[in-house]
Structure formats: C-alpha cells, structure tokens
C-alpha cells in the first residue's frame, strides 16, 4: 500500500469512528444543555445498544427489529435513570451530580457484566457483502450505514429542534429552566426527554459499531470519553460543533494511531483531550471573562 | 372594598410566603375582578414579586388562593397557566437565544393540542397588531432586541397563553419613560378587550393612572388599598410612593 | 465534658490504638491491609482537599499514585539513586505534573479536570505498557530497594506501617492547617462565587492549582512508599478504576471532613476484602473480582444521593463529638477600635484622573451594549452613571472590573491599561465593587467574609499555611476587618454566617469587604435598591464617608435622588452611548437628558 493509500485509508477510518463518537456527543450535549449534567455514564448507552442488539439477532429476531429494540431500551434506560438517580438530587451542586454519574457508570457497567459476562459478542453488518472502495480507501458497507444513518439522524435532530414545538420547548428549558416552568412546560418531562434522546443515541452508537469492532460490557467508557472530547472542544453546547469537533478528532486519532503505533490509540486520543483543554484554556486566558457574556447583560 | 362575589376573577386570603430569609409575604389578602386592572405598589422588599411567584406556585406558600370562584391547589407554575393565571416575570426573562416568534408562540405552549393551529397564529397577530415594533423582528434572536422591544416580547408572550388573569411583574422597571409611555398605552388598549391584569410596579404614578384599584405593600403586609385615584391624593402614599424618584427628577 | 475536650480525647484514643495495633493483631492478620489504608489514606486526603475544598473532582489520582510509583523505581533500579533521594523525587514528579495539567484546566472553570484527568491517567496507563525499556512494561519491575537512610534499612510491614501512619497524621495536620488559613477562606470563597472572589483580587485557579498538585504529591508519596514497600511494580494497580475506587473512598468518608478520607479509605479496602471471601462463595467459584464494580457504584450512587456528606459527619455524631460552630474571631473583633484606621491608599499627589475610559465599545453578538464611551473621573469624585434599564451600566461596570473584556478602547486606572487584565487583577490594583443582587460567601461569617477582602494586603503563602504560619498575621486581618464592620455598622453581627443576614445587611457587608482591599476606586452598582428609606440614608451617609476617606466613588443607580444628592457629576447612559455629562444640576437641565431619560414627567 502506498503512503497516499495508507492515509485516504486512515482518513476515511477517522470519519466513520468520529461519526460514531458524534452520536455520543450529541447526547451528552443533549443531557448537558437540559440539565447541566456531564454524563460519565454515557458511554454505557452504546454498550447496551451493542450487547442487546447481539444477543437479539442470535435468538432469531431479524436485525432490523433488533437493532430499534435496542435503540428503544437504551432511550427507556436514559430516561429511568434520570428519573431515578438524577432527579432526585437535582437541587445537589454540579460536584455531587457528577459523582452521581460516574456512580451509574459503574452500577451499569456491573449490570453489564452481570447479564452478559465478559466475553465478546459479535453483531452481523447489516448487508453482506464485499467491502467497497472510495477513491483510494477500501470501506465496508457497515462503514457506510454508519455515516448514512447517522446523516439521517442528525437531519431528523435538527428538524426537530428548530421546527417541532417540543423540540423548541426543550431548548426553552435548557436556555430558562424558569420561564419554561412559567409557560406551562413541565420541565422535568423535558429533561427526561433530554435523558432519553442521549440513551437512544448512545444506543444507536453501539448498534452501527458493533459489526465493525465486538460488543464487550466494558466497550462504553472509551467510547463515551471520545465523545466528550469532540463535545468539549466544542463547548458542551452547540450541536452541529460538536459533530464537526468528533469527527476531526476521529481524524486526528486515526492518523496518529496509524502513523505512529496503534498501541497508542488510546494515547494519542487522550493527549489530544488534554491538549484541547489546554487549548480552551489559553483562548479563555485570551479573553479573560469570568463572567459569561449572556449573564453579563443585566 | 373587595369586588362583589360574582365580579371576582382571583380571590386572596390570608396568603403566606418566604422567599429565602430575603423577602415575605405576610397574610395578604387581595382581589381581582373580570376585566379589571389592579395595581400593587410599595418599595422594593415588599414582598410584592414574592406575592406573585407565590401566586404562580414558583414559590411554596399558604393561605387561599381561589380562581374564578374554584381554589386554586397547591399552585404549581406549571398547573397555574393551564388554570389561567400567566405571569409576565420581572427582568422579562425570555428565551434569549430563540427567535422573537419562537418565544411568543412558546407563550402559547399549553394552548398546543387543545386548540387549532389557526387560533393559535390568530393570537400571533393580534400581538403583532399591538407591539407593531416588533414586526420586522419576527426572526430575531430576543438578545438582540433592546430592553423595550424585550418587554414587548416578554408581554406578548404572556399573552400568547389567553390567560383569564394576567399577572405582570414590575414591566416598566428602567425603561425610557418615552418607551413606558408606549407600553402603558398598550396595556390599556389589551385592557379595553377584556383582559383582567394584576401589575406590581414600582412606579406608582405610571401605574396608578391605568390601575381602577389598587394596594399599597410594605414589608409584606398589604397596608391600604382602595381605587387608585383616591390613592394616588393620599398623602402618605405621595409622600412615600410619587415622591420618590420621579418628582426629584422634576426639581 | 466540653466537645473540644472530647475530641482531643478521641484523637489521642485514636493514635494510641494506631500505635499499638501492630503488636495487638500480630500473628492474627496481616499488617499489610493496614499499610495498605495507610497509602490509600493518603491518596484520599489529597483527593477530599481538592473535592470539598476547591470543588474540583480528579479521576485520575491512580495516575499520580503510579507516576510517584514509577518514579521511585526507575530512579532507583535503572538509575542507581539512593531510595531516600527517590522519594522527594517522586513526591515533587506528581506534584508537578498536577500542577501542569492543573494550571489551564483551572482557567477554565467548569468540571473539566474530570476530563482531564481521565485522559492523564489513560495517557500514563499506555505509556507505562509500551515504553518497556523504561518500565518492563505490562510485567513491571522487580527487585526495587527498600527505602533506607544510612544504615537504617526501612524494611517489613511493621516499619512501613508506622512509616505510613506517620505521613497520614502529617497529610492530615497539614491538610486542616490549610482549610482554616487565609488559603481556606479563599478557597471557601471561590465556592461561593468565583465572580466575587475575584473582585476581591483572588486568583481562583491559582489557588485550585496548588491544592491539586499537594493532591498529587501525596499521591507520589503513597506511589513511592508502595514501591519501597512491596519492592516489586506493575501497571495494573494504577489502572483508571483505580482512581475510581478512590473517588468512591472519599465521597463515602466525606469529603468535607479530611479525616473522612480516612474512614473511606478504610471502609472500601475492608470491604473489598470482604467481598473477595463472600462473593465467590455466594455467586459460585466463577464470580470474578470484577463483580465488585457493581457494589461500588451502588454503594456510590446510595452514600451520594442519600448523605452527600459522607459517613464522617454520621460518625461524629454517633460518637456525639459534633463540634459546636467555632467563633475563633470572636477576640479578634473586640480589637476593633483598637488598631488605627487605615490611612487612605494614597496621598494627593497623584494623577489628576483615577479612572480614564478611552472609546470603549462592548458588543453582545449583535448588540451593542456599550458604544464609544469615554470620560474621565478625577480622585476624590463621586460619578454617577444614570440611564434605562439596558443603557449598559453594569456592563461598563464589568469593563472596568475586569469582568468583561472590551471589543475596542481601554480602561485606565491612575494612568494605567487594565483592560487587559483578568478581575483578579484589576481588584489587586484597588479596583473595589460591589454588585446589583449582592454576591456574599454565604457560608463564612460576616467577619470572614471581610477578612477575605483583606486578601491581597495579607502575605500568608500557600506553603505557610500548610505549616500553620498565618496564625499571627490573621488575628491582624481579624481586627482590621471588624474595623470595617464598625463603618458599615455590622460588628455586632460579626460571628453570623453572611448567608443569614437580611438584604439591607447584605449590601453594607458588600461594601466593608469592598473596602478592605483598601480601593482606589470604588464601584456601587446600585447600593440603594432594595433598602428601607432609613437604610438609605444610612448608605447616602456612607458614601460620603467613603470619599472623604480618600477613595473615588463610581455608582450605578436608578435612584435618582440618591444621585442628585451625592454625585459631584453624573454620567447619562441611553442605549450604550452617552448622551450628557455634568454637574447633576446641568445635567437635570439638559434637554436631549430631559427627552430621552426624565421624559415628559419632568417637561409638565
């Protein structure tokens, strides 16, 4: 393989792996906006979606069915654990409902593993068939589903939010919790709401990867984690950002692996975290506000 | 001094509410009639924006509180619009990184599914009809808007809820009295078709010229009411409420 | 008895009981569990001072744990370096890549040390398992030499038992030093409200950034002393759970309370060791270890849902050794006449303008707050700033805070640029404020919450403080902030927590702590709304005070007597531009102010 051929490759790696940490974005973005919540626990949606999608397509139920199953019981999860451990300490500053996330990261994390153990599952892609190639790069046709479906999703997000009025009362919520209460929307459904998108996406995730890696209890950290950064880098609050900031850093986390040594993936993802942050934080020194310019205006 | 039992809209008895150790609302009893516009006035501290998140059910408190001759419950803010009772909040309090068109119609929230989308543009316009201003910013984002216009939105968006009492919580604090002047008119105007409003106000001259009744508060308490034209020559009143800022101004 | 009595005895029991543990379990349990609460302890301490004391969450200690570790063992096996010079080396390793990751997250507010730290401890977890030259990668190092000095070789688990325990009293005396010193009630204060905390002239990540690199010190420290102990390393304890485990240790001891941390510590370890004899036999011989998770996160989520603070304060009282709100000011503020006013921060001789504000313009997105404003007030002048609600008073007000920095033009202070620099800055050169909804430290008491004004007059060193060195010095700052507390008429209230005070007392309190940084300038954002009339004669009066000592007044009100009556000039805001300026008679009389400001009330 030549050096062009090595990087278009890595190139269109990057792009599907980003797309898959943009759905995890999304969500935190979603929870974060909602109810000022950083969800560690984020990454667990996907290995949900992944582990039950596996294991329904081995029983016999046709993927297609599967895969909104899993979907649906990711979002239904989203939402019951708002409503059970979120909720409840809603009033608690940001440290403990931190803490109360990483919390339901390890209690999921241990259902997980209770339910199905710590071997590998595998899911089929959903078509068969020879990879394709796409200019100089070779894609697998699950490659594909993964940057169609979550192209259709991110159009069905963005309708949703600028055109439905439940769309928009969310964004009411997340923008004055107060004034929302005030115009009859019951914000605790909305950030149930909030929670549930996230599960759904987070499921979806783990349902388009798990064809092209394997579905373990423990694959949701990382993944939630990668998500995070492409969420960060964008400020925790636009979305169409966050999509471009996990994908670029899909990019830059598979050329570094495969330029350097894919023993350090993970390495390179996480010093690319680090250096983000340091980056936000030297355009903060920059700026100098203490203050956010929105609650400067009286 | 209360309106006769069938006139009545809202009735308050003994209400009670603290707000942190800040504020409090000490047994306040008060009334509202069909189409009427009463007015509460006094300093700040009074208790008088305490007064009205109570009545939303923003804030926990005791004492009753009836609706059009039914208790209103356990009020909570979310209950309360659905019930009728809209609250245009101090300092506006919009969705400010949504579109002037996206707050009014936000206004209208509980109204979505009970009644027809043509209703529902109906009332768009007939905003739109009293706060001609805000026309041309339909697409806007409310942050962009100066502090009139705002109040503009804050009020059209309230409303946007049809409510059968329109609470509205200090509306004129700091603007221009040229723009005060704009917004008094039209609230006479939303006055004349129908629209029963409880306004607390600090500037007592501005609001008692459009009030019939209203209520003096100091620390809590309601401590005369009456209508406003015999208030406003009361002279304690005067000297503690028109003489303030306005008449210093004058020199 | 007296509680305090009760507590010292209690902590003498527990000394004793540690001091002699090692001889009343001997042959009966290992000491190694024991040594192993000891190292995690330590960890924690760190871990709980940066939790509940500068509000940040870490979850990467098991990095620094490691890198301390991993320190202590190359430096000795492939360096040659004697062991007692490897642990300084360790200790100061992981303090200073705290201190580096720490610094810029920190400017950043926010929960992004999480983030941060997470990705650090996945960083160092691969680099450890691929630089194998350096580490012998995922099998480790062996044959690491136990720490000695000279001819004393430490060695076996009772020396490192007390070795240990002795580091955990030090982390603990250290750490309680820390939180009632001058650092403390910084920090104290930055919790409350980083904004106000930098009116002051507090450098909130400066602080933030100390406390995590002492957090990653003694976890270098415990990372050293493991190695020595067990002479033997390997990736897997440092792993990412690990900081888990060590988060959930000090959330379920309490992380407000240091010796929390070591109830925490104590509680996971012995409950892991209990699991790991259960749970096989309940689940059947396949159950992993790796089943734990699962009662950690429960027993997580349950101790923070349910008792935010931890078991420590359920402990207490248990064993009915609450202690009583202490008043340790109390003597101080008797002192309160007793120490000469401050003289005014600067004679006459100075610049003719103490504030100069030069085309300075503040753009909203599309909203021009503040557009083109310049004037200039000299020293010893009262301005005001009049306008409408949204004319961009406050907004001017953060400019020169340092709040907010301009979109073009500057802000001079006695000839100086500060529109440049952060709040903390500005505060520091005599910039005091105080703000439209008064921002106090609701959980210091009146008397703290001016103390921490004294901030920037006051030198007791981060380093000091861990020493206790700032007794003196704050039983000075005591006395000088109860002098400031009599100005505004609050001393009798001095021992009350400022979150109980009503809303007149709120604003006064505002202006003593604004006071204590001894201002230059002196900006009220409207110091009369929300008072009683009385209240504001009282404030009127203080205004005048506050000039005659020495210092130039700007306010914000909407009062416009108060401003008639007080301002030697005032300022007219409409829409971010000035539309008039002058003496308050010229002013009142201006027709462009009479059109767009006073109206028609003041034309009939």
Known sequence: ?298 | MNAPGDDVLLAVEGLEAAYGQVQAVRGVSLSVGHSEVVAVIGANGAGKTTLLRALTGLLPSRGRIMLGGRPVARPSPEETVRLGISLVPERRQLFESMSVRDNLLLGAYHRIGQESRAAIEEDLRRVFVLFPALVNRTASRARTLSGGMQQMVAIGRGLMARPRLLLMDEPLLGLAPLVIRDILGTLAQVQHQGQSILIVEQNAKAVLGLAARAYVMEAGRVVRHGPATTLAQDPAVRAAYLGGHVESAEG | MTTTRRLQLAATAVVAVLAVLPFAVAGRISLGIFVFIGLFSLIVIGLSLLAGHAGQVSLGQAAFYGLGAYIAAITTLRMGLAPWLALPLAVGGAALAAYLLGAPIFVLRGHFLVLGTLGLNVVMDVLVRNVQHLTGGPTGLTGIPPLSIGALVIVGDRAYYYLTWSFVLAALWVGRNLVCSRVGRALAAVRSSEVAAAAVGINAAFYKSRVFALSGALAGLAGALYVHYLSFVSPSPFAFNFSIDLLVMSVLGGIYHLPGAVAGAAIVTILREALRTIMPRVLGSGASAEYEIVVFGLLLAVVVIFSPAGVWPHLLAWLRLEPGRSSRWTQAASLAGMLPESPPPSPRAEPASVLRLEGLRKQFGGLLAVDNLSFEVPAGEIYAIIGPNGAGKTTVFNLISGLLRPTRGAVYLRGRKVSDLPAYETAALGVGRTFQTPKVFADLTVLENVMVGLHRLTTTSFTAAMFGLGAREDAQAAARAAGYLEVVGLLDRADVLAGALPFGALRLLEVARALAIRPVLLLLDEPASGLSSAERTEVVKLIRHIRDTGTTVVLVEHDVGLVMETADRVLVLNYGQRIAEGAPRLVRNDPRVIAAYLGEEAAS
């Open chain 1, 1 to 298: 393989m030549t050096l062009t051929q090595q990087i278009a490759q890595f190139l269109a790696s990057g792009i599907i792996n980003g797309t898959i940490y943009a759905l995890l974005g999304l969500g935190l973005v979603a929870i974060h906006s909602a109810t000022r919540v950083v969800n560690v626990a984020q990454g667990e949606f996907a290995a949900l979606g992944a582990l039950l999608a596996s294991t329904l397509v081995t029983r016999g139920m046709p993927l297609s069915l599967a895969a909104a199953v899993a979907v649906g019981v990711a979002a239904a999860v989203g939402g019951g654990v708002y409503r059970t451990a979120i909720r409840p300490a809603r009033d608690a500053g940001p440290l403990t409902l931190l803490i109360i996330t990483i919390a339901l990261h390890l209690s999921l994390k241990g259902l997980l593993l209770l339910v199905w153990g710590t071997d590998p599952h595998s899911l089929r892609p959903f078509t068969a068939g020879p990879p394709l190639r796409i200019a100089a790069a070779v894609v697998t046709r699950q490659s594909l589903w993964v940057i169609a479906v979550t192209t259709v999703v991110l159009v069905v997000l963005y309708v949703f939010f600028t055109r439905t009025i439940l769309g928009k009362s969310l964004r009411a919520c997340a923008v004055n919790p107060t004034a929302a209460r005030l115009m009859g929307i019951r914000v605790e459904r909305m950030s149930a709401l909030a929670w549930m998108i996230a599960g759904a996406l987070g499921g979806l995730a783990g349902v388009l990867i798990a064809p092209l890696t394997l579905a373990t209890y423990d694959m949701g950290l990382i993944l939630g984690l990668k998500g995070f950064v492409g969420a960060v880098i964008a400020g925790m609050a636009s979305y169409p950002w966050t999509v471009a900031a996990c994908i670029l850093f899909g990019v830059v986390e598979s050329l570094g692996a495969g330029l350097i040594s894919s023993n350090y993936r993970d390495g390179i993802a996480f010093g690319v975290l680090i250096a983000a942050l340091l980056w936000r934080a030297l355009a903060a020194l920059r700026g100098g506000l203490i203050i956010s310019e929105e609650a400067a205006q009286e």
